[in-house]
């Protein structure tokens, strides 16, 4: 479940004031207007609305703001296509690959603009999590499973939250029963809510082909999520797996995985990079975020690792937690380099400096859907982007 720390937000709505408890998945703050939309605002009304920093509590019909969504989010990538276009039409010059880290942070921004904006959507759920809308879907128990129970036994306050939020909880709470489809382990990982789900899993074939350490005792995954690599090095023979993870909600979700596949080799800890009071391990693997960005919201922190600071935390203390002969199997993507938010020299020197060599490099090309994106402005560096598994010892 989301840990919350509990705020409330207030608005007035036919000459009387409301109080609710507030939610929100990126952390936004609550909102200090609030405006009554229903069935007869238009999408255009709305569109000013949001950008007029406006947040609108939604009294309609449920698949009525659906729709409504939906336009909003037209409307902005209207917007900001013109935007692409009118920085186009001002360059003199075609694009060249210095320009990629300007590309990258103005696509960056515009997401994260279009997140706010679309946040600014809201509706009002009961105590319960259950909604009064017309042909509102019970969402009690995707938003129980996502955020947990909010209020306790004595409290009936209502809940307000974005409007997309709720659509997170309910599309995790699919992915939560029907899984992300492993093909090369013949079985299907479990996502909950705040865990980012592993669908692209172009990796999993090099940790199948990396040949094992002497030793298969103990190994550690670090920053484990879901725990497919934990998964993976127990199929391959691993007698212990330690597997770490600063976010609860993914140590949670791990245990899950686990307990699904009957995996009792697997010990879970609840810190940050490296096990406390464990013997060196003969295999420490990981899977860092690979872009060096800020990240935006809580699950971009599986994406983006600003100032590469958990890549670096693993590199430099890698060494004082191996084992004689042991190694490092650290799951990169080139793509930072390809955008040049951080340099191969830069990478090579950081190993150096943590007093790892490299042993072998086992590489693979991603196939998927924005690697094959010929419009996306970032296709230059997505379409040659290739994913390693580098083997330190």
Known sequence: MLPIEKQTVQWQEKDTEYQAVWLSQNNYAPPSRIVIVDDTTTADEAYRLANAGASMLWRGDY???????????????????????????????PS??????????????????????????????????????????????????AFGKINDKESDEAIVLSFRDLQGALGAAQWRKKGVKIDELGLSIYPHYGVFAPTRHEYVQLLLDAPLPA???????IGTGTGLLSIILAQRGFKHIIA??????????????????????ITLQQTDLFPTDAPLANLIVC?????????SSPLDYAVYDPNSAMLRGVLNGAKQHLAEQGEVWLILSDL?????????????GWFEKAGL?????L????????????????????SREITSLWCLV
């Open 63 to 93: 698949h009525n703001a659906k729709q409504l969504l939906q336009a909003l989010n037209r409307r902005i990538e209207r917007s900001e296509q013109r935007k692409v276009s009118k920085r186009s039409a001002n360059q003199t010059l």
């Open 96 to 145: 060249t690959p210095q320009d990629l880290p300007n590309l990258f942070h103005q696509q960056r921004q515009a997401q994260s603009q279009r997140a706010r904006l679309l946040s600014r959507l809201l509706i009002e759920l009961d105590a319960d999590y259950k909604s009064v809308l017309r042909r509102a879907p019970d969402v009690s128990e995707a938003c129980t499973l």
């Open 215 to 221: 030793s298969h005792n103990l190994a550690y995954d």
């Open 244 to 265: 770490t993870d600063i976010n609860p909600q993914a140590l949670a979700c791990a245990q899950d995985n686990f307990e699904r596949l009957a995996l009792s080799a």
């Open 287 to 295: 899977n860092p975020p690979w872009l060096p960005a800020k990240a």
């Open 336 to 348: 930072a380099k390809r955008l040049q938010l951080r340099t191969r020299e830069a990478l090579l």
């Open 357 to 361: 060599t490299v042993k072998y490099r």
């Open 363 to 382: 590489d693979t090309t991603p196939t998927h859907s924005r690697s094959q994106d010929s419009d996306d402005p970032l296709f230059a560096a997505r």
